[in-house]
């Protein structure tokens, strides 16, 4: 372009150059603009994927949150029927001690009356031979 202005006569070359002068100012601001804007695009552009990405974690843990509470639920009825198990083990612990207690305290009194038995037949084994030697 400013090869084909040294051809032009000096009044038309004046008016040329102030036009290109204009033209390339023009295309400067309008780069100008068009790179601010870009700039704001390519920002607003990654503020949108941290949102979505944002967005995509949230639902990803409420998901892992669901899970969570499921097993926490499952968990928490076993435990449940544990304790109802243990609590039916322990009374029938309870019912078996008190069993036991039963059965010691008659090995104790059939002890006792077997002493009194074999002592009373002794007594009379003894009484007898007494008797007889006198």
Not at 1 to 21: A, C, P, T, W, Y
Not at 40 to 45: A, E, G, M, T
Not at 47 to 62: A, H, P, Q, R, S
């Amino acid at each position: 372009m400013d090869q084909e202005l040294f051809s032009i006569d000096g009044n038309l070359r004046v008016q040329f150059e102030q036009k290109i002068k204009t033209y390339k100012n023009d295309l400067d601001e309008a780069k100008r603009v068009f790179f601010k804007y870009q700039d704001r695009y390519i920002v607003q552009k990654n503020k949108e994927t941290m949102m979505d990405n944002g967005i995509k974690v949230g639902y990803d843990m409420e998901n892992i949150a669901v899970d969570i509470k499921t097993n926490l639920k499952a968990q928490s009825d076993k435990m449940h029927k544990i304790d109802q198990r243990m609590d039916h083990m322990n009374q029938d612990m309870t019912v078996s001690d008190r069993l036991m207690l039963d059965i010691k305290k008659g090995r104790r009194v059939n002890k006792l009356i077997l002493y009194g038995v074999v002592s009373l037949i002794c007594l009379s084994v003894l009484v007898i031979v007494a008797l007889r030697v006198l």
